[in-house]
Nanobody, 124 residues
Framework: QVQLVESGGGLVQAGGSLRLSCTTS????????MGWFRQAPGKEREFVAS????????AYADSVKGRFTISKDNAKNTGYLQMNSLKPEDTAAYYC?????????????????WGQGTQVTVSS
């Protein structure tokens, strides 16, 4: 497992942008796939995006496709989620996750390492 710390959440108006960061102090970040999940009050956690350990392949939930971009800088031990054209329905706590298997990043499985979450609130 790896220790993950998210940052970059906040309050933004609809149509605005935010960039979330996920940092680990470990030196093996390059061996891990990473991704983002979110959970709104009263709703189940949902998969948002994932990226393979090398950064060569990405996947997105249909609800964010074309608006969000996931990326990973192994040299900086940091992953990112660039969120554009934000909508009120994007309001949620966003969690960074990491696992050596990218197959765990979906709505039916669970990566083995998690951050503490960062709140994103989009006002209308």
């Amino acid at each position: 497992q790896v220790q993950l710390v998210e940052s970059g959440g906040g309050l933004v108006q609809a149509g605005g942008s935010l960039r979330l960061s996920c940092t680990t102090s470990g030196r093996t970040f390059g061996r891990y796939a990473m991704g983002w999940f979110r959970q709104a009050p009263g709703k189940e956690r949902e998969f948002v995006a994932s990226i393979t350990f090398s950064g060569g392949s990405t996947a997105y939930a249909d609800s964010v496709k074309g608006r969000f971009t996931i990326s990973k800088d192994n040299a900086k031990n940091t992953g990112y989620l660039q969120m554009n054209s934000l909508k009120p329905e994007d309001t949620a706590a966003y969690y960074c996750a990491a696992d050596q298997s990218v197959a765990r990043f979906n709505d039916y499985d669970s990566p083995r390492s998690w951050g503490q979450g960062t709140q994103v609130t989009v006002s209308s």
